[in-house]
């Protein structure tokens, strides 16, 4: 997981706390192509750019779905955005999906939401995944 400034893993024990308390109700989850450049989410936008950033330095960033390691961005498809569902968030975690595993295999969103359910999990244990519903009819 990574807020604004981090990568694989919150940078603090206070932010995976916090992210932990506000996202225990719910997540919003958000797969996106690593060239989305999220300019209506600003702070899923700074998530983005900061784990980007992070690529090159050891330890690697792993694929969400098949677990190589990513050492740089031209190695991403996409990306896996988190955030608590409540009004106004402040964290967001982030997740690679490779792009051998989004290009190349063209896995089927049903897998890759199965690799993200086992990943966050522990963040909102005994609960569920569901698609988001259409609020605006």
């Keep these: 997981m990574s807020n604004a400034t981090g990568g694989g893993d919150m940078s603090t ?3 995976r706390r916090r992210y932990r308390r506000e996202a225990s109700g719910a997540l919003l989850t958000y797969l996106v ?6 300019i209506a989410h600003p702070l899923l936008q700074r998530a983005a750019h900061n784990w980007c950033d992070g690529l090159s330095t050891p330890p690697h960033r792993e694929c969400v779905t098949c677990g190589i390691q990513m050492s740089g961005r031209r190695y ?3 990306l896996l955005l988190t955030t608590p569902a409540i009004i106004k968030p402040t964290t967001a975690s982030v997740f690679g999906v490779c792009r051998e595993c989004w290009l190349i295999r063209d896995l089927s ?3 890759i939401e199965r690799k993200a359910t086992e990943v966050l ?3 909102v244990p005994n609960g569920r995944f569901e698609p988001l519903r259409d609020t605006q009819r």
């Design 76 to 78: 991403v498809g996409a």
């Design 109 to 111: 969103l049903e897998a």
């Design 121 to 123: 999990q522990p963040v």
């Design 13 to 15: 024990r206070h932010e």
């Design 33 to 38: 192509d690593i060239d989305d450049p999220l």
